[in-house]
């Protein structure tokens, strides 16, 4: 089973969206060194417990900051730009990092304000052409538009070879059979309506035809994304989950967080730890390393799929790393067993900062000032 990371970059009570995206590179070393396979930044708009706005922006500084770990977005939101403008941002980073760079693609609406805020012609209606936006990506992407096709004479970076992995993302109905019928690689968002996950999976491989475009695959090809949050107890990981608790019961509210909740706000907030969900498909999977593996791998032999994708919102950021560490000890991914060992190389911009790169948190930066290996982190 091989496991992955979407990152939202959660900002925490007491810290700054500058900070999260720089811990983001820190996380995503980390990743790397136990085994992931994949480390994807999210994009969302308008929510201040949220850092990940611009994926494109961070998986270059990410990419360069690690050395075999795939990058990628989690997921471009397509119905807001141009499949043209997507892909030579894509293809240009899978120049400059050969192998490693997905492009996770989805749909998505922000809200109302920043709907409009994101559109270039704000007196149209909107339509939806998603189909459409993806068969033209794939052509863009690989470089194999139909010669009869209006844009066959525009090119993107000519004579590369190399291509960005391209991905489809959804929670709906219709998502699994797109991604089925153009053969594409397909995510299902099981932290948004995991109820749905068997029936998408279903529905992506019974709809699926081998692709014509290089962009896509010749047979189904799947991960699923949950939610997990795992700790040395139970009752440890059911702490864990309260802020992102918290968050969703005041979205449910109509009410959108400037910060992430701490456990001791959240808890106040809601007045009680609840306990974790123990349905075959729960929106949070919570637990010890053993319940956390036994539930994920479940999920995996329902869906048929060989790659989970973690999502998760805990703060502070060690226990997100014990959370890491103990998926991948769980699921013996192949830098589990040596992780503690490793230091962690990290580049800070100034002399203020170099004096104590992990005050406040650990910082990650990416000039040339000055390298600092921190101490490893220990069991």
Avoid at 16 to 23: E, I, K, M
Avoid at 143 to 149: A, E, G, L, S
Wanted: aromatic share 6%; glycine share 8%.
């Amino acid at each position: 089973m091989r496991l992955s990371i979407v990152d939202v970059c959660p900002v925490m009570e007491g810290r700054t969206p500058q900070q999260a995206v720089r811990d983001a590179i820190g996380f995503a070393q980390e990743a790397e060194a136990l085994g992931f396979t994949r480390y994807w930044l999210a994009e969302h708009h308008g929510a201040g417990s949220v850092g990940s706005q611009a994926p494109e922006v961070l998986i270059p500084v990410i990419a360069g900051e690690t050395q075999r770990i795939r990058v990628g977005s989690g997921a471009v939101l397509l119905n807001h730009y141009s499949p043209l403008k997507v892909a030579e941002q894509f293809r240009t980073l899978a120049a400059l990092f050969p192998g490693r760079i997905d492009l996770g693609t989805g749909r998505a609406f922000a809200g109302p304000v920043a709907d409009v805020a994101l559109m270039r012609h704000r007196t149209q209606r909107r339509v939806d052409d998603h189909r459409e936006q993806m068969v033209e990506l794939a052509a863009w992407v690989a470089q194999d538009m139909p010669k009869d096709h209006p844009f066959a004479t525009v090119q993107v970076m000519p004579d590369m070879a190399e291509m960005p992995m391209l991905w489809l993302l959804g929670s709906s109905d219709a998502s699994p059979r797109l991604a089925g019928l153009l053969g594409l690689r397909y995510v299902f968002a099981g932290f948004i309506a995991p109820e749905r996950a068997v029936s998408a999976m279903r529905s992506y491989r019974q709809h699926f035809e081998a692709a014509r475009s290089p962009a896509g695959v010749r047979s189904p090809e799947a991960i699923l994304a949950v939610h997990v949050i795992c700790a040395e107890t139970r009752a440890e990981a059911e702490r864990l989950a309260m802020p992102v608790r918290h968050m969703y019961a005041s979205l449910a509210q109509g009410r959108i967080g400037k910060r992430l909740a701490s456990i001791e706000t959240a808890i106040g907030a809601l007045g009680s730890v609840p306990p974790a969900e123990q349905e075959p498909w729960p929106r949070f999977v919570i637990g010890d390393p053993d319940e956390v593996r036994a539930r994920l791998l479940a999920m995996a032999g329902e869906t048929g799929v060989e790659e989970i994708m973690v999502q998760d919102m805990i703060v502070p950021g060690d226990a997100r790393r014990r959370s890491w560490r103990l998926l991948a000890e769980a699921f013996d991914l192949s830098g589990a067993a040596n992780y503690p060992a490793r230091p962690i190389r990290i580049r800070v911009r100034s002399r203020a900062l170099a004096r104590n790169p992990t005050e406040n948190g650990p910082f990650h930066g990416f000039s040339r000032c000055k390298c600092w290996t921190l101490p490893a982190i220990g069991r």
